[in-house]
């Protein structure tokens, strides 16, 4: 039995500062792939769509957004362990500090978690016939949901965009958020008051007296990974989206100590993780998230030691596996614009028998000669399915 | 008037073991062309999806399986000449050998095609308002028709696909199947009991005692090839099939004496006809077989000699021709997995004045750095309409 291994190393892309992070990285695994398979370029969405990590994760993993994607929240709650049911509206939530109308710290002076945990017991509480339930994460991070009859998606985020900070409520954006929009900001009048009276405020120059929402989601039940494609995966990952994101799929979820999503997880735990998933999946999904931090900031230095560390930490023992690796990028995020942005991804394909092209070197301008061509991410799947020999036949 | 000829050679596709039959054939002609024409890679359905010879052919010729195709029984019934009426539902039909409730021989001990057209005259029958038509074709294979009001191709196939051999009868898959499950199941009992009584089925140790039905098919006319797009067209192949899918479209049909769909057809008549044909038609599709035949008996020599002679005694007389040369392939078979595969297919296209790239044998590595870069199945029949000049324009 063939299985594949599908490493998305998160905002993998850049642009040239006259090199790219990959193309400035010491790299030889990566290169001995690229040399040893076949290369492309891929558009996670289509060509020069800016994708948020969310959207691009269900794309590659053969789930079109437009059919089962409403909003982060959802996706969210389901990667810090909550419970959702359909109908349900989830969010991504922040503690913040508010000062009137004006948010003054969206991170209410980034918050503590042990402390950020200790007000969560403030934040649940039932408006008319809606339940609010609430899970803190990290610091000030958590996700809330709201479930009860005739909820909605179509309201505003009550965390400002404005750099002003002016705070505005939540507003319906079409006539079935109205209920919605309604509840939020009677939550949100309430939990202020609870917040501001609580003990583990008092004292703090930046009080967490507010929990703002936004990426609101509603929530559906989608069919199953293994049922659509006939094989079973498994999700190995650090941060709560892509954990959230393979559940909403059906993926198994190994939880790998050490693997914390930021620059410092413990790749090589990852790696063990991985070849010891393979003796019980066909299929195995490898996040790494610390190249699209690094971006965000504006790391170049940063980003190009992460790939270093992937490729001397992890593709080793990715290599000796046994499975069919496939490499590439949710989306771009260069450094030069501390953002996602639309550019292609580097696609690298490896393994027995596959046909292979003259392209030496992983990396943003080698791939533009890969046999593979400019790929979009809705192809992924039927990518992996046919390299491990578990495409359903079109026809007969 | 220019003219196009596509030559389809199926399964044409292969993975480097490590190289594949097209690298290793001796073919001067195939690689004239790839130097003097233009080349790329085709996915006869979308990037990696694994076709059946039905819907790649239907995709190629400029009919969307997704509107024109519901199962590959009324192509094969198209094939053997027998008429359909909209409404019908048409099956691929095989004797077979059942004892009990267990199929022992799917191909009833290779019956020979004499005794299985004697038995032929067993299985029409009238069931309630539903005629039963059968035709046989060569050894243990046939094409069923049911006609009659309210038939559907909603059924599951009485040919079991559990290699333990099995046999359940027919189910409908929605409420519509249910009549048309019901006639064949009874028509399955009648069948039964008429052959295992028959006098040719007397004395053999493996007696086709039963007709086995799959790829259920409801039949539709549809818009002809000429009235869609402008140009007369007209078939030349050896496998019942491939004259469905043209029956079915409305390109004419040219038997050829000694074209057996099989690695020994006469290739030299094959091209006769083409030549000729040309005087009368703007479009030749001409099929060659014998290519996927060996990728499913995993025999890479015999994949590479029927290449060799595709080369020697089709192309020359082809490139002699005068028309435009359109070469590729329906999907890939390759002989490492004795199967379909979702991998590309080589394309070439040759002709006065077109465009060259820099690719100069045509084979699956080569081909990806060809000019025409990656196509899909329903790029051909613009590609040919452009090529010959008989586009219609969108827009003015």
Redesign the interface.
């Known amino acids: 039995m063939k299985k594949a291994i599908l490493l998305i190393i998160d905002g993998l892309g850049d642009l040239p500062t006259p090199k790219t992070p990959l193309q400035a990285a010491k790299k030889p695994h990566f290169d001995k792939l690229a040399k040893e398979g076949i290369t492309g370029l891929l558009s996670p969405i289509s060509p020069f769509v800016v994708p948020g990590s969310d959207v691009a994760h269900l794309n590659l993993l053969g789930y079109d957004p437009l059919v089962y994607y409403d909003g982060r929240g959802p996706l969210e709650a389901l990667g810090l362990g909550m419970d959702l049911k359909p109908g349900d509206v989830a969010f991504r939530a922040n503690y913040a500090t508010i000062d009137g109308e004006t948010v003054t710290d969206r991170r209410a002076g980034r918050i503590d978690t042990q402390t950020a945990s200790a007000l969560s017991k403030y934040v649940p509480m039932k408006i008319d016939d809606v339940e609010v339930l609430f899970k803190n994460s990290a610091e000030h991070r958590g996700a809330l949901i709201l479930r009860g009859p005739g909820l909605s998606s179509k309201i505003t985020p009550t965390d400002p965009h404005d750099p002003s900070g002016h705070f505005e409520g939540a507003h319906a954006t079409s006539k079935e958020g109205a209920k919605t929009a309604r509840i939020i900001n009677e939550f949100t009048s309430a939990v202020r008051i609870r917040l501001s009276q609580a003990v583990e405020n008092q004292g703090r120059q930046k009080p967490a007296n507010i929990v703002l929402l936004r990426g609101a989601g509603s929530f559906n039940t989608a069919p199953s990974f293994s049922t659509r494609f006939g094989i079973s995966g498994v999700c190995i990952a650090g941060g709560a989206l892509y954990k959230g994101v393979s559940k909403f799929i059906g993926l198994d979820i190994i939880d790998v100590p050490g693997a914390t999503g930021d620059k410092n997880t413990d790749l090589k735990a990852k790696a063990r993780a991985t070849i010891s998933a393979l003796s019980n999946y066909d299929f195995v999904f490898l996040h790494v998230k610390g190249c699209d931090s690094a971006g965000h900031d504006g790391k170049f230095d940063e980003k190009k030691k992460m790939l270093e560390r992937i490729d001397k930490e992890l593709l080793p023992s990715l290599i000796k596996s046994g499975a069919y690796l496939i490499i590439t990028g949710d989306h771009s995020t260069p450094c030069s614009r501390k953002a996602h942005s639309g550019h292609e991804v580097p696609l690298l394909v490896w393994g027995d028998?596959?046909?292979?092209?003259?392209v030496k070197k992983f990396d943003e301008i080698s791939c533009m000669?890969g046999?593979l061509?400019?790929?979009q991410g809705k192809?992924v799947l039927?990518?992996i399915?046919?390299l491990i020999?578990k495409?359903?036949?079109?026809?007969?």
Chains 1, 2 share one sequence.
């Open positions: 028998s596959e046909r292979i092209d003259g000669a046999g061509g400019h790929l192809d039927p990518l399915l046919n020999e495409s359903k036949k079109y026809g007969s």
